[in-house]
T-cell receptor
Framework: DAMVIQNPRYQVTQFGKPVTLSCSQTLNHNVMYWYQQKSSQAPKLLFHYYDKDFNNEADTPDNFQSRRPNTSFCFLDIRSPGLGDAAMYLC????????????FGPGTRLLVL | AQKVTQAQTEISVVEKEDVTLDCVYE???????LFWYKQPPSGELVFLIRRNSFDEQNEISGRYSWNFQKSTSSFNFTITASQVVDSAVYFCALSEAGAGGTSYGKLTFGQGTILTVHP
């Protein structure tokens, strides 16, 4: 089945130790998004890719970076995780053009020790 | 700027009760899209429905129904005969069309409503 896959589902890292979260999709969608969702809060968009064009939200900290080597894969890099970065990280995709519905992966829950 | 308000933080019902989740939105765009997503304890956001601003027809899908009223900027969601499996956080979201139909589709979410259905 076509889908959005996120690995790992749970990630534990140490304060200040770089960590990478991965997202892949078999939907062949042009647009990919990364959201951060802290406990009891709504998802918050960090950035998105339209094909290879990277678009950062204005309030996304510099600590967060992303790479998209091809259509299928997108990575979220947290260069120096702080305790406040512990959250669920959700990847979503959508086709380009008039399509508007985003399809989400299962998320990666990040714990920072 | 767009905004979505879900005034109900938590709702608790007993199985088989009907429950309505409220959603009110603000936008300056004339073309926009409204969504409901379900987030069970596993964390995945599950798409339930999308409504276009130019289509105010209400929709029913099994036990789920949605009432879209532009006059009151509301997009409410009703679950009929609720079940324990309906327990989740429900998010209402808004996306504006953007210029030339090329919006990257940024979703603005409400704060979510935690629905607990007791047996």
């Amino acid at each position: 089945d076509a889908m959005v896959i996120q690995n790992p589902r749970y990630q534990v890292t140490q304060f200040g130790k770089p960590v990478t979260l991965s997202c892949s999709q078999t939907l062949n969608h042009n647009v990919m998004y990364w959201y951060q969702q802290k406990s009891s809060q709504a998802p918050k968009l960090l950035f998105h890719y339209y094909d290879k064009d990277f678009n950062n939200e204005a309030d996304t900290p510099d600590n967060f970076q992303s790479r998209r080597p091809n259509t299928s894969f997108c990575f979220l890099d947290i260069r120096s995780p702080g305790l406040g970065d512990a959250a669920m990280y959700l990847c979503a995709t959508k086709p380009s053009g008039g399509a508007v519905t985003q399809y989400f992966g299962p998320g990666t829950r990040l714990l920072v020790l | 700027a767009q905004k979505v308000t879900q005034a109900q933080t938590e709702i608790s019902v007993v199985e088989k009760e009907d429950v309505t989740l409220d959603c009110v939105y603000e936008t300056r765009d004339t073309t926009y899209y409204l969504f409901w997503y379900k987030q069970p304890p596993s964390g995945e956001l599950v798409f339930l429905i999308r409504r276009n601003s130019f289509d105010e027809q209400n929709e029913i899908s099994g036990r789920y129904s949605w009432n879209f009223q532009k006059s009151t900027s509301s997009f409410n969601f009703t679950i009929t005969a609720s079940q324990v499996v309906d327990s989740a956080v429900y998010f209402c979201a808004l996306s504006e069309a953007g210029a030339g139909g090329t919006s990257y589709g940024k979703l603005t979410f409400g704060q979510g409503t935690i629905l607990t259905v007791h047996p």
